[in-house]
């Protein structure tokens, strides 16, 4: 009889992929194993006509996949690290971290090359509140509608002319084989990526020395040591995908570098903070640019989030946007806060 492993998945397409590329793997590892894939519907998928941020965005798209594995239904789980929340329920753990994609924000556009080709009040779709609160900043003069559901459908949308550009994950576009819909790559400098952006994450039962034996060849160090840092920064500030959190760590000059932030939908506030130094410190890293991050007053604008209600958060930057395109003195090609230097961690280098 053969031996057995039991992947649970979202059923979406990038998700799916995942869950095949990983199965794939383990297969050419493990000569004679036999993958199951077992699709599952989470209560994100069902949840398309409101913003993720306030319908409880902490775990929206796992809960139902940990529950197959605490059932016995599923032996593990595999995940966009962005999507995975900092704690896990008791007797799961998250095993191993694969090889990092692209972790940059990709600009789609049937019309318009970059960012900064835009015109002035233009519509772009996203629903992700950091970066919202990040494309506020630069360009405050732009019109930002809510976008949700898959890639297909975000992409369709676009074609259908109800946006003139929007922003998605460019590893989820080429993971799907949809790098030619990409027509830039948005710096970190100017859209600093999700937590675990890029990153996919395996999640299983803690005892089980079978399961972590089969899928131990598959961690990828480096992206674990970069995700690590950035999850930590997460857990500090008590983060979900329900905020405007962003946090990118890369490897240096033989170190690690995380840069953190967090802001106002519309733009009105926004934080940033770094620190450098060992791989074997990032979880302590992650922790140094939180607490920047909340010397600086991140801790109020995320409780202030908490209880907002969605309809004026789009509002607002819609109210923001009309005042600037009136503006003749605001400009819309840089970002307000160039120039500005990131608030250093404590106990950090100062960074080139």
Not at 55 to 63: A, C, E, H, R
Not at 210 to 228: K, N
């Given at each position: 009889?053969?031996e ?8 979406s ?16 590892l ?6 199951q ?21 902490k ?19 595999v995940?966009?690290?962005?999507d995975v ?11 191993c ?59 369709r ?7 003139d ?46 399961v972590?034996a ?19 920064l997460?857990?500090r ?21 995380l ?94």
């Amino acid at each position: 009889m053969p031996e057995i492993i039991r992947i649970a998945t979202r059923k979406s397409a990038l998700a799916m992929w995942q869950a095949e590329h990983v199965a794939d793997r383990l297969r050419r590892l493990h000569p004679g194993l036999e993958v199951q894939i077992i699709g599952m519907t989470t209560r994100g998928d069902k949840i398309l006509d409101a913003p993720l941020a306030k319908v409880g965005g902490k775990g929206l798209f796992v809960k139902e996949l940990e529950q197959g594995m605490l059932d016995g239904e599923a032996d593990i789980a595999v995940h966009s690290m962005k999507d995975v929340p900092v704690d896990f329920p008791d007797g799961l753990h998250l095993a191993c971290i694969l090889e990092r994609e692209d972790p940059r924000d990709a600009f789609v556009s049937n019309q318009y090359a970059a960012l900064d080709e835009l015109p002035q009040g233009a519509c772009v779709g996203t629903s992700s509140l950091r970066r919202q609160c990040q494309l506020a900043v630069r360009r405050p003069d732009l019109r930002i509608e809510p976008l949700r559901g898959n890639v297909n459908t975000r992409l369709r949308k676009l074609d259908e002319g109800v946006y003139d550009a929007i922003i998605l994950a460019a590893a989820g576009l080429i993971r799907l084989e949809f790098s030619a819909r990409i027509r830039s790559f948005i710096a970190p400098e100017d859209s600093l990526p999700a937590i675990g952006q890029g990153a996919i994450g395996i999640e299983c039962r803690v005892d089980d020395a079978r399961v972590h034996a089969l899928i131990a060849p598959l961690h990828h160090a480096p992206t674990a040591e970069r995700v690590t840092a950035e999850r930590a920064l997460n857990a500090r500030l008590n983060g979900g995908c329900q905020v405007p959190i962003a946090g990118h760590a890369i490897h240096r000059d033989g170190e690690l570098y995380l840069r953190g932030l967090v802001g106002m939908p519309d733009g009105s506030a926004l934080m940033r903070a770094e620190a450098s130094g060992p791989a074997a410190a990032a979880e302590r890293m992650g922790r140094e640019v939180g607490e920047a991050l909340l010397a600086q007053g991140a801790d109020e604008v995320l409780a202030a989030l908490a209880h907002a209600p969605a309809e004026p958060l789009a509002e607002q930057v819609a109210e923001r946007a009309d005042s600037q395109a009136e503006d003749p003195a605001t400009k819309r090609s840089a970002d307000a806060s160039e120039g500005q230097p990131s608030q250093q961690a404590p106990g950090s280098r100062s960074q080139p």
